[in-house]
């Protein structure tokens, strides 16, 4: 690919306009969003170095399009950043010039930075005529925030995984996010209904026409609104105004105007996207990007709206005219107001650097762009093109009346309030929407209620009296339109983020959304418990506001970047290495007391909710295991009760866990997956007994609470080994099970056992590296060379190195090779040769010939063995046997597992592991207590 001038822009749409906008002289290219990225590891970002940080390709994709990048520069001469008008948009172009700069081969080129606001023709030539160098203020602003952001995770979310069993991660916005819906269902936890009481009375004036007021003010002094407190209050009211005449006591009118709502910015699109179309703030921003990067119209790829991040209210001055005229010729010139509207933002650390978001064409009507793009887009067009012309159209005017009625003796008074929309004005074209469907239903109502024609001293008659009752409600939980709000309003993230942070919230299971609203999963509830406990002022939200301060002065040049992060990390160290002594049972004891009230709320009998249902004499509190928190009894051993940690029912206070129990099916098979106990423990069954097979079955490993299984982590076990990753070194898969010994690591033939710190469900790539840097190879474990198929059974026949010399292997029987017999010149004939020699002799022989071996070097074959061995039926768990008691409980498999008690024996008095006795180990498997001192597991990096 050949030209002076490479431009650069991320995704391939925006390439696809650009190219045909600046046709053969310039090539365009995509980045494909960002190139590189912190590596997902320890030390990307080091304090002790002044913050130095390492950056890496974000994957094979990334590789691939920076290559084509660095081999069309070879022969530019210039090359333009055009990425995105904002800090990402900056921080995108900085690493492409990085990376070239890095490469060989590029010569004198010169870089320039091209911002636009809009994918159109106009606009995209005109920002070539004004290129400018990077911004290295909003450089070192990204830098500041992507160091932040790391620091946080990669040392908060340890401490989770470790004091915190079943927590996924921390983040410095999100879990200050989390903690606003955490609050939130403790108010209304903590809310209790109030009653109250109103009393309206339906009036006829002389001229037959009716209408309504309410109760104000009774015996001179007016009602607030718990004055009628009950029934029996409101009914001697209600008795007292039936004896009374009325008349109109005074009547005022006004003339009120209301003005419409400012342009979008991607704060306030989010929010009425989700309440006009039901679009999460994710869907919001991925059909806008599809807006702003365009279709093809009339062959011309063109943008339809501008850039969808931007927190800025202003309008080009063009736009302005553009819209306003079409406002004059749709609707009229009373639609059009004497000057153009203004707009300034009143979020906190609005950076307002952009236009709003508006269409590119605002004669571009919904309608006609209907057949280029699908439905969402139509419709979030529709919604961004009404919200513009509505923001420059004329005031809505209503017509308000108030109206006091007064008994005769003047001993009550009621109002009746009504409005009549005078002139229509913006309400014509749009109406802002609100969080809550029944406040905004009744303010249409109120706002469209008419009053007849009053005046003052008219009489009325009563014709009935209406008492009503009303309950206090609690506060609402947020929608995502308006947590969204809320964490504006704190000045807490940015608009352009607030997307990402919903949706990890969800993916981590910390929250849920219930019929549009955010619900907090008790795994969140635990987390936001333990932060604001151990970690208050990292999740107040005046500090996470004031840090975003902070990093919009770095992006202004008001403050230097790296003090920014030097006085967070100075504090932030101090309070993790705080932690570091902190105990499990200091943990419990602190959840426990501030989540009691949720989880043990009193119950409608009178019993005290932390009762244990099975012994009658425990205390019910929080417990934490490997997989997490549950509820359990203080008298265990003896009392081994546990729930899940969650609110219960009405009856399940009293339920104990019962086996069998069943966990659901398998998607794949459809069989049912049960929970059951047996002599040996508790263990996972997969389908029955009825076709005479042997179930796959699975003990719980220890570490996990029988009531805190599901069918998710019950599937997960039955599936073991599972693939964590591929080594970055060497390329090959890292795997993670169950064997003999308990949980394990595998990478090519060396293995590694998992710490007690360490859990096989969720042990994360950076964590399996570490441990397996200490591994050693075991030698035999993979064949040198493989040889072919044995003639008889169809089974590989191999070279392998044992300790003691090479030897070839078929099955389980082995043969050395004899003096002058090189592994890379030994035939399939020759090794089938030596196997039958070997079996004439009657043995299956050790890897160099000597006696059968020892029962470690047995042990150590067994141990080889052990991942194959997982492909296999597992045996009942009435076979299975603990070989010690650090090690986790699991069924065996294949022979082991298939031979029954005595196979079980036999496989413990040959490697000489039979150290439990089978009492021991029940107890062992059914232990939630227990467990609940261990250390917490980590979770995936």
């Not at 920002?127 to 908060?156: C, K």
């Not at 009143?346 to 009507?365: C, F, G, L, S």
Request: with cysteine; glycine share 8%; aromatic share 6%.
């Amino acid at each position: 690919m050949t030209g002076e001038n490479l431009v650069i822009v991320e995704s391939p749409a925006k390439a696809k306009a650009l190219n045909k906008y600046l046709g053969s002289a310039y090539t365009v290219l995509a980045s494909y969003g960002h190139v590189r990225d912190l590596p997902a590891k320890d030390g990307s970002v080091r304090p002790d170095e002044d913050f130095a940080m390492d950056w890496t390709l974000v994957g094979e994709r990334a590789k691939k399009h920076v290559d084509e990048i660095a081999q069309a520069a070879k022969s530019a001469k210039r090359i333009y950043l055009a990425t995105d008008p904002d800090r990402e948009g900056e921080a995108i172009s900085w690493h492409v010039q990085e990376v070239l700069s890095g490469r060989r081969g590029l010569g004198a080129v010169e870089f320039k930075r091209i911002t636009f606001n809009e994918i159109t023709k106009s606009a995209v030539l005109k920002a070539f005529e004004q290129p400018r160098d990077l911004n290295e203020e909003l450089i070192q602003a990204y830098l500041a925030r992507r160091a932040l952001d790391y620091l946080v995770g990669f040392t908060l979310s340890p401490v989770l995984w470790r004091k915190l069993p079943g927590s996924r991660s921390a983040g410095r916005v999100q879990s200050v996010a989390l903690r606003l819906i955490c609050d939130r269902e403790a108010e209304i936890e903590d809310f209790r209904a109030q009653e109250f009481w109103t009393v309206e009375i339906v009036f006829r004036t002389e001229e037959g026409a009716e209408f309504t007021a309410r109760l104000t003010h009774l015996d001179g002094a007016k009602l607030d609104k718990f004055a009628l407190g009950n029934e029996e209050m409101a009914t001697r009211v209600v008795e007292r105004l039936a004896q009374l005449a009325y008349r109109v006591d005074s009547v005022e009118r006004k003339e009120v105007r209301r003005n419409p709502a400012p342009p979008f910015t991607t704060s306030t699109l989010q929010q009425e996207a989700s309440r006009k179309l039901g679009f999460s703030a994710s869907q919001t921003m991925r059909t806008a990007q599809r807006l702003y990067e365009g279709v093809e119209i009339g062959g011309e790829t063109v943008g339809l709206i501008t850039y969808m991040r931007t927190d800025g209210l202003q309008l080009a001055g063009e736009a302005v005219a553009a819209t306003r005229g079409l406002i004059g010729e749709s609707y009229g010139d009373r639609y059009v107001p004497d000057a153009p509207r203004v707009y300034k933002s009143t979020a906190k650390n609005a950076q307002e650097a952009h236009e709003a978001i508006r269409p590119t064409d605002v004669r571009r009507r919904p309608a006609e762009i209907q057949q280029y793009v699908d439905r969402n887009e139509a419709r979030l067009y529709e919604l961004i093109w009404k919200r513009t012309l509505a923001c420059q159209m004329a005031s809505a005017v209503l017509d308000q009346m108030t109206v006091d009625v007064a008994a005769t003796d003047g001993s009550a008074v009621l109002r009746a309030t009504g409005s009549v929309v005078k002139f229509d004005g913006f309400l014509r074209v749009y109406e802002e929407g609100q969080d809550d469907a029944a406040a905004e239903a009744g303010a249409q109502a109120a706002e469209q209620r008419r009053l007849p024609p009053l005046k003052k001293d008219e009489p009325v008659d009563r014709q009935r009296i209406e008492p009503q009752q009303h309950f206090t409600q609690p506060p609402p939980r947020y929608t995502e339109a308006s947590l969204v709000k809320k964490l504006e309003e704190l000045g807490i993230g940015r608009p352009s983020t607030y997307a990402t942070i919903l949706q990890v919230l969800q993916d981590r299971n910390y929250v849920r959304l219930e019929k549009k609203r955010f619900l907090p999963e008790d795994r969140g509830r635990l987390v936001t418990a333990f932060l604001t406990n151990f970690f208050q002022r990292y999740v107040e939200y005046d500090f996470t506001a004031k840090l975003e301060e902070q990093l919009d002065d770095i992006s202004g040049g008001r403050i230097d970047w790296k003090q920014v992060l030097r006085d967070f990390w100075a504090a932030f160290a101090s309070a993790v290495d705080g932690t570091k002594g902190l105990s499990i049972s200091q943990v419990i004891d602190a959840l426990d007391a501030a989540l009691g009230p949720h989880f043990f709320p009193p119950r409608a009998d009178g019993k005290n909710p932390r009762g244990c249902p099975a012994c009658e004499g425990g205390r019910l509190g929080l417990k934490l295991s490997r997989t997490g928190a549950f509820i359990g009894c203080s008298n265990y051993p003896d009392c081994t009760y546990t729930r899940p940690l969650a609110v219960p029912t009405e009856g399940e206070e009293d339920e104990a866990l019962t086996f069998p129990r069943q966990l659901g099916h398998d998607p794949e098979t459809g069989l049912p997956v049960t929970l059951r106990k047996g002599p040996f423990g508790v263990y996972i069954q997969l389908g029955g007994d009825e076709n005479g097979e042997k179930p796959r079955r699975v003990s719980l490993p220890k570490g996990y609470a029988p009531a805190e299984i599901t069918l998710e982590t019950a599937l997960a076990l039955l599936a073991l080994p599972r693939e964590v990753g591929q080594h970055p070194e060497s390329g090959k898969p890292i795997l993670a099970g169950i064997g003999r010994y308990g949980p394990y690591l595998k990478h090519g033939t060396a293995y590694k056992s998992l710490t007690e710190d360490d859990d096989v469900l969720s042990i994360g790539m950076n964590r399996a590296v570490e441990l397996l840097a200490t591994a050693k190879e075991r030698p035999g474990a993979e064949p040198l060379r493989d040889l072919g198929t044995h003639p008889d059974d169809g089974k590989p026949v191999g070279v392998f190195k044992g300790r003691f010399g090479p030897y070839v292997k078929h099955n389980k029987t082995m043969a050395s090779l004899p003096g002058g017999v090189e592994t890379e010149t030994v035939t399939l004939d020759r090794a089938l040769e030596l196997l039958a020699a070997k079996e004439a002799k009657g043995g299956t022989g050790k890897a160099a010939g000597k006696k059968g071996g020892s029962k470690k070097a047995a042990a150590a074959e067994a141990e080889q063995a052990k991942p194959a061995a997982k492909t296999a039926k597992p045996a009942k768990a009435k076979d299975t046997k603990e070989t010690k008691p650090a090690a986790k409980s699991t069924a065996k498999s294949g022979k082991n597992g298939s031979g029954g008690k005595a196979a079980a024996a036999k496989t413990e008095a040959k490697t000489g592991s039979k150290k439990t006795a089978p009492k021991k180990t029940a107890a062992s498997a059914k232990s939630p207590a227990k467990r609940a001192g261990s250390t917490a597991g980590r979770g995936d990096d």
